[in-house]
């Protein structure tokens, strides 16, 4: 079981991995239309750095993807999608985010035009 200085330390590599992957998508997508590009950083995004609990009886989070591929795996008993819900609530999120931002600029261009 980890410390909890070590937990931090894990953590802080993540994230830092976490952020090069994002500069890479953000440079594999540069390429495609700027719509599907935004969609494309926005779900990178909530696959890498949506948390979910490791075990439901502790505190110890994980990225979801992480615990979903672990639970798909590992677990017999139990909700092994446990990890589904929060990755499909942060995704629409995303999505309806990225909607409303297409929709308000658009209108913004009409009215300036």
Known sequence: MLTGFEYMIVWVIYTVAGVFAMLIVAKISSFLPSQVSSLMKALALVLLFTPWFVNEGQGLMAPAVIVLIFDMLV???????????????????????????????GLLRKKAA
Do not use: N
Request: hydrophobic share 55%.
């Open 75 to 105: 677990k017999e008993q139990g909700e092994p999608l446990r990890a589904f819900l929060p990755l499909m609530v942060t995704s629409f999120i995303a999505i309806l985010s990225l909607i409303i931002h297409y929709v308000v600029t």
